[in-house]
């Protein structure tokens, strides 16, 4: 088999080839790891025969051996040879189904075409072998065959196709029973700041609703109100800030007119880079069936943070499905080829069942804390698609788990992933509450900003339990908006409150919030800008951030304040363009005529593009479902 032909031949195989690359992987690694995805039960069994530590080398040099356009087609070759049965598991992709997984097998009777079958998720290697590939076609015919057996799971038919075979369109199958699940958005009016005079809400430095927005666009599905939190777009995209040399935070604010009555304030929080160097990674991989569609993605996500240990770190692996295993117990690197050797490793990793994660979570902190190491980072981090459909399943359940866990002091951070069946609610509660960042990747592009570029925001927790809060002075203000949060808001007493969650920022991380100030005299009250004698203060409005450190209980606090005569535009035009589009996403009704005329102007002149250089690809995929 001659890999460099097979990368050459596609551009998404080479750009993952040049990715390996670019993270420090020799040749024959990136070759293999670009061509060969973990997850297949053949490809365990051709690697068992191994006992050299250095797998990848031994896989590429046996594979260039082969005949085969394919690494699948070799093995597969290879297996038929000695048993005389083809194997189901070569050459497969499974893709979420509810509770059970649709399996598509490119078989020689088929012609080509896709055959789909239901599949409970057993791994029973006799259930999986069949004579020919021909004799897979009937498994389309009922809609009810079940491979082999599974006590934890079983598969469902929705009712649409409950009277016959399965659709041969599989994205029909899949829409027809996705169960995506979001947490329901209500977006709130102005408020007046004589009845409301302030503003309080979780601070985030969060990306994960723009992760999931970009996979619904290129999967061309509809995306959902529920799916758009407007902060997490404004966080996703870099601004004209730097991280603060000295104190924890710092709060950076700009100003805007829209129009003679209405202006926008922006307020960015950004967080120091304070990086502990030694690393104690637990990572923690879901390998049921809804899983395997994103074998590529999960792969390279786990690859870029293997790549970036150094010698004395220690990682953990462990997978989960029906059961949880063990695969990689405190392994201490010891050079760089040692990093290869864990990525052998990843390729014996084999998909099947269901996902019983409560238990991979138990195992994934016990193994943390008995390697616990108090100068070192110590975190886990949760792959996954989020369908928790065994052990603790719900959101109560899982919050009373992970607030057990964190007294650990492990940080649980979230990497989700997956499509139909995405249950982003509940790795947003995970995540929450384990103290922790979530991000979403789906794509090549998606791992090298979520976690390459923030890799140390992802994995170095500077600060756990961030609030913000917003007092404004009525003789400036006559009414706010703050555009976004809404599932993030808290009550005015919740500030002072340390036992109200939050959540936690990275090393250099930054969240940002934007407000939408109807100028003008609201009266007067009895809170700070709202006593006579202050009242007068040449304020809009002082802002405050309270935290905690991340092994500490106990809150800190600073502010600052914001002046009307303060300027400044470029970062707060961004800002205001994503919220735009975060609105006509929403298919929303909130936006007035100047954000109308200031989106079409950004459009019409292309003048968006130099406002997000870095990230405009996803700016002009935002930009192209909005139409």
């Known amino acids: 088999m001659n890999f460099k032909a097979l990368i050459n031949t ?68 290879s297996l038929r040879k000695r048993s005389g049965r083809y194997l189901f598991s ?27 079958a239901i599949s409970g998720g057993s791994d029973d290697d006799e259930s999986l072998c069949y004579e020919s590939a021909d004799d897979v076609d009937m498994i389309a015919e009922a809609g009810s065959y079940e491979m082999g057996r599974s006590l934890m799971c079983e598969a469902k038919m929705p009712a649409a196709f409950a009277g016959g075979g399965l659709p041969t369109d599989i994205n029909m199958f899949q829409e027809a029973i996705a169960t995506d699940q979001y947490e329901t958005i209500e977006e709130k009016g102005a408020q007046d700041p004589v009845s409301a005079p302030t503003s309080t809400f979780r601070m985030t430095t969060s990306t ?130 040692d990093k290869e050797q864990i990525m052998g490793k990843i390729l014996t990793i084999v998909i099947s069942g269901c996902t019983y994660g409560s238990a991979g979570i138990e195992t994934a902190y016990r193994i943390g804390e008995k390697h616990y190491d108090a100068d070192k980072n110590n975190q886990v981090i949760l792959i996954t698609d989020g369908d928790l459909n065994f052990g603790i399943t719900e959101k109560d359940g899982l919050i009373n788990l992970i607030e057990e866990k964190k007294r650990s002091n492990l940080f649980l951070s979230v990497i989700g992933t997956g499509l139909y069946n ?84 990275g090393s250099g991380g930054y969240g940002v919030a934007l407000y939408e100030l109807t100028l003008g005299n609201a009266g007067a009250g009895d809170l700070k800008y709202q006593k006579p004698e202050l009242t007068d203060l040449d304020e809009i409005c002082t802002v405050k951030v309270r935290y905690k450190e991340p092994l500490s209980d106990a809150g800190e606090e600073l502010e600052q304040v914001v002046k009307a005569d303060d300027t400044g535009f470029e970062n707060l035009k961004l800002s205001w363009l994503l919220y735009c589009i975060g609105e006509k996403l929403r298919h929303s009704d909130k936006l007035d005529d100047s954000d109308e005329r200031f989106y079409q102007d950004m459009i019409k002149n292309n003048a968006y593009r130099e406002l997000a250089p870095d990230n405009r690809e996803e700016l002009e995929l935002l930009i192209s479902a909005i139409g």
Not at 43 to 51: A, E, G, I, P
Not at 102 to 112: E, Q, R, T, V, Y
Not at 457 to 476: M, W
């Open 208 to 337: 994960a609703s723009v992760g999931i927005i970009l996979n619904q666009i290129r999967a061309d599905r509809e995306i959902d109100r529920s799916q758009v939190r407007i902060e997490e777009l404004l966080n996703y995209f870099r601004y004209q800030e730097k991280p603060p040399k000295k104190r924890k935070f710092r709060i950076s604010t700009e100003q805007m007119k829209k129009d003679d009555e209405k202006e926008l304030l922006y307020v960015h929080v950004g967080a120091k880079e304070a990086v502990k160097e030694g690393q104690n990674i637990v990572l923690l991989l879901d390998v049921s069936g809804s899983m395997s569609s994103q074998r590529d993605v999960t792969q390279l996500a786990i690859a870029t943070i293997v790549s970036k240990l150094n010698i004395g770190d220690r990682l953990s692996l462990i997978t989960y499905s029906d059961r949880d295993e063990t695969v990689i117990k405190a392994h201490k690197v010891k050079d760089e080829n």
């Open 90 to 116: 070569a050459g497969f992709g499974v893709s979420s189904v509810g509770s059970a997984s649709i399996m598509n097998f490119a078989g020689g009777g088929s012609k080509g075409r896709a055959v789909e």
């Open 10 to 77: 596609d551009l998404n195989r080479k750009a993952r080839y040049d990715y390996y690359l670019s993270l420090g992987y020799s040749e024959k690694a990136s070759e293999v790891l670009s061509t060969v995805t973990y997850g297949d039960e053949s490809l365990r069994n051709v690697m068992k025969k191994w006992k050299s530590a250095d797998a990848i080398e031994e896989l590429h040099a046996w594979l260039s051996k082969r005949k085969g356009n394919s690494p699948e087609e070799a093995i597969s070759a």
């Open 422 to 505: 995405y249950k982003d609610d509940k790795l947003e509660v995970l995540a929450k509450h384990g103290n922790g960042t979530y991000c979403v990747v789906n794509n090549l592009a998606d791992v090298k900003e979520s976690i390459n570029r923030r890799y140390i925001s992802l994995t170095n927790i500077v600060a756990k339990a961030v609030k913000a809060q917003v007092e404004f002075n009525p003789r400036y203000v006559k009414s706010y908006r703050l555009l976004g949060y809404e599932n993030r808001a808290l009550n005015h007493a919740d500030f002072k409150d340390d036992t109200v969650i939050s959540e936690p920022y």
